[in-house]
């Protein structure tokens, strides 16, 4: 069901490079196509949209505001979902809200000072004024990643949140729709695929231009919002999941079996992988695997995934499960040990590391707090986890005293001469006294 490798092991790093290899390998039929609907979008507009939407989504509308629904719509997909659920998103929400608060605070603050000639140098933080916000329709319609991307947004202050989310068929999900109103998005469309992204980056008569789309989806929405990148911002293009899980053996196996089913299960292509010091620890693990795997709905996709990218892993000890799981970088990475302390400053890139026996993954997929769209594919080497800051920009701020350009004057003045530059050179020496 799953490789099993040990560090000690002649062929270990042969064995361990094929296990990291993923290649998101780019399909030119679909970049052809997405190329073609996105410049019909742009030339036609809504009348593309439209005529994609029906082709694709099987939806008729006479007019692209035929598509938007109200906040009315919203708060009756709020109040038709059974109340656990409603309840659930909403205490989700809060928590979600409450963290991106903290980072606000934190780092998402303008800030000045004033220099010893007056002079003020400062950076003004402002967010952005439209995004948009795709949620796939099908299988990977997750209410949860609605909260994830729109909440971030509104504490960040952007004035105006759209949604997309197709609707095959018509058929609406009253949890997204529930989750846009606890998460106070501002307009939604039921539109989808690469003409959503392209409403979205050109902006129609009816949908809004936005200036950053953020949000999972699937090759198409992905190969679009590539496209579209530099006309409008993006957030990442996610791969497949990922969890990686650290082990020192005290942790209950059926706890750590579950975790790496539960990135399985989103995806054939999803990575779990389990390293352990402890030999017992990791056979006990694959016993629980194979006892609890047949109880799950999702079997036949965890499966697959175990069997094309999934390992467990023995070590020679922590310290070398820690530099591998540097090498990785993994999107989720688990410290299920005794002492998590102990270990976490070791552990340098990750999208999000949890700490402890009792910190399920998937605990922070819902509502830890902390934001679920993360760096995968190693891109956690040089990115961070979705948050304010993808929602705001930054601008300098420079106020130079009289004093100031006396002294500031004469360095300008002598490094413009010097690239040839005269108009910088006497901007600056006009100023001179
Ligand atoms: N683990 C996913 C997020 C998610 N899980 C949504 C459940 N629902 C990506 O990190
Ligand atoms: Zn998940």
Redesign the pocket.
């Known amino acids: 069901m799953i490789r099993q490798l040990s560090t000690a092991a002649a062929d270990f790093t042969a064995e361990f490079e094929r296990l990291r290899h993923w290649s998101a390998e780019t399909d030119a039929a679909i970049e052809g196509r997405v190329a073609e609907i996105l410049a019909d979008v742009q030339a036609r507009g809504d009348a593309a949209v439209l005529d994609y939407t029906a082709r694709f989504d099987r939806v008729q509308a006479a007019a692209m505001a035929d598509l938007e629904l109200t906040q009315a719509d919203l708060q009756a997909a709020l109040a038709s979902i059974p109340a656990a659920q409603r309840e659930a998103l909403q205490a989700a929400a809060r928590r979600v809200r409450a963290y991106h608060e903290r980072q606000l605070e934190a780092s998402g603050r303008s800030w000045s000072y004033r220099d010893e000639d007056g002079t003020l140098l400062g950076q003004k933080v402002t967010p952005l004024d439209r995004v948009g916000i795709y949620v796939p329709g099908g299988k990977a319609a997750?209410p949860?990643?609605v909260l994830m991307n729109a909440i971030p947004a509104h504490v960040a202050g952007v004035p105006e949140i759209i949604m997309v989310v197709p609707t095959p068929d018509g058929v609406r999900n009253p949890l997204v729709l529930a989750a846009a109103a606890v998460a106070g998005v501002h307009r939604v469309f039921t539109i989808g695929g690469a003409q959503a992204v392209a409403a979205l980056a050109y902006g129609t008569a009816t949908v809004p231009r936005v200036d950053k789309i953020t949000g999972p989806g699937n090759a198409y929405v992905a190969s679009a919002k590539k496209h579209v990148f530099g006309q409008v911002g993006i957030d990442m293009i996610a791969g497949p999941?990922e969890i990686l899980v650290i082990a020192d053996g005290t942790t209950p196996p059926d706890w750590v079996a579950m975790d790496l089913f539960s990135?399985a299960e989103?995806d054939e292509l999803a990575q779990s992988i389990l390293l352990s010091p402890d030999a017992d620890f990791l056979a006990a693990v694959k016993a629980s695997m194979e006892r609890l795997l047949p109880t799950l709905p999702r079997e036949a996709v965890i499966r697959a995934s175990l069997q094309g990218r999934g390992a467990l892993i023995h070590t020679r000890s922590m310290e070398e499960a820690c530099e591998i799981s540097n090498s990785i970088a993994p999107?989720h990475l688990e410290i299920s040990a005794a002492e998590p302390a102990r270990w976490e400053p070791l552990l340098r890139h990750a999208g999000a590391i949890f700490m402890g026996a009792y910190t399920s993954e998937s605990l922070g997929?819902y509502c830890a707090g902390p934001n679920?769209v993360?760096p995968t594919a190693s891109t956690a080497r040089f990115s961070s986890p979705l948050g304010v800051y993808d929602f705001q920009k930054r601008s300098s701020l420079i106020e130079v005293s009289e004093q100031g350009a006396q002294v500031l004057g004469g360095i300008a003045s002598t490094l413009a001469h010097g690239e040839g530059l005269q108009a910088h050179a006497r901007a600056a020496e006009l100023r001179l006294k």
């Open positions: 997750y949860s990643s999941s990135q989103h999107e997929d679920h993360l």
